[in-house]
């Protein structure tokens, strides 16, 4: 195998900290994002049927997590809110829970039909002061929905505020939100259909919501965004494109311009691991992690560092933004630095 293209060297990763949470893998197998970015704080869900675990990744690296809460009733797709509560958004409601696992509001909106397989997702708007949701769109005269909605709900009462129509190629979607870690928060609406990713970033305003089409990759943004700076993964792994400041069609890297011959960029979660790089897997499968990670330079994409682990291997990385990331292992997540 030709490895001249990733003429990095090699960097070990130390083991920080690791924590067990249980329910993690079981939520990961039935397609549920466990990893959150929510309003500046980074987040893991775990559980199974209607039973939710969160818990708030510490900000410093002697620990997994800094709390967890366990909410009963939360079947769906969920968010933290920034009061301590939680968002959950099912196949037929958008529920709002207060910090005390009371339910505050209910807002029920037409189911999509059976066979479609959607998927829903919630989020708190950059304000914090509305959730957002992804809904079905009005009937049509046969009784079928139209265009799928986002809505903005008032997150005192549940009150919609304002929607918008999702434009997507036909057939049913799964969704899901991510936020940057920044304050305040860029919000991005991620969509699947069949094999095929179409992103946006929300905005809210005074009496509108927009739906803005973001990238050209059709790659999803789920991992750690930092201020205007995107890393948008092609769904295929064939290419990996960053978007920062400016930059009208971002900055391109093909797998075969910086990579051993077949290998591709796997993973749903490729973001920065502090802003100077970022961090990636590769392989050769997308169906199947790898433990063969990456560090790219965050102003060109070109390879920085190859990851070493002793000892062990590492599914699909999660890089957190302030210089460590996370590898989940059954429950068990473990937080890791460079040495």
């Given amino acids: 195998m030709d490895r001249s293209r990733t003429a990095v060297g090699p960097r070990t990763a130390e083991l920080l900290a690791e924590d067990e949470l249980p329910g993690l893998h079981a939520r990961a197998r039935r397609g549920l994002d466990v990893f959150l970015i929510r309003h500046g704080a980074r987040w893991l869900v775990a559980g199974e049927a209607d039973r939710v675990t969160v818990g708030r990744i510490a900000p410093d690296g002697s620990r997994v997590l800094a709390s967890r809460t366990t909410w009963e009733g939360a079947e769906g797709s969920i968010s933290p809110l920034p009061d301590g509560g939680l968002a959950v958004a099912g196949a037929t409601t958008v529920r709002a829970f207060d910090a005390e696992g009371r339910v ?51 997150l005192r009462d549940g009150s919609r505020v304002a929607a918008t129509e999702l434009q997507r190629p036909p057939g049913p979607a799964r969704y899901f939100f991510q936020h940057s870690l920044t304050a305040p928060p860029r919000v991005f609406l991620n969509a699947l259909t069949g094999e095929t990713y179409g992103t946006w970033e929300i905005a809210l ?30 769904p295929d792994g064939r290419r990996l ?19 051993p011959q077949g290998l591709r960029f796997l993973g749903r979660h490729p973001g920065f691991l502090d802003d100077r790089r970022l ?40 890089p957190l933004g302030d210089g460590t990331w996370l590898t989940l292992h059954g429950d068990v997540a473990r937080r890791w630095t460079l040495n």
């Fill in 104 to 154: 505050r509001w209910t807002y029920p909106f037409q189911p999509w039909p059976a066979e479609d397989g959607h998927g829903t997702s919630c989020a708190a708007d950059a304000t914090g002061r509305c959730l957002l949701a992804v809904t079905t769109g009005l009937l049509d005269e046969d009784g079928c929905p139209g265009a799928d909605l986002c809505v903005a709900l008032d």
């Fill in 205 to 234: 305003g005074e009496g509108f919501l927009r739906a803005a089409p973001l990238g050209d990759d059709d790659g999803p943004i789920a991992g750690s965004a930092l201020g205007e700076a995107t890393a948008e993964p092609a």
């Fill in 241 to 259: 494109t960053l978007h920062t400041p400016g930059g009208a069609k971002g900055i391109r890297t093909d797998a075969g311009d910086v990579l």
């Fill in 279 to 318: 961090l990636v897997a590769v392989g050769r499968d997308p169906d199947r992690p790898s433990d063969h990670h990456l560090l790219l330079d965050a102003t060109t994409l070109r390879p920085a560092g190859e990851l070493r682990y002793p000892g062990t291997e590492c599914p699909d990385p999660l």
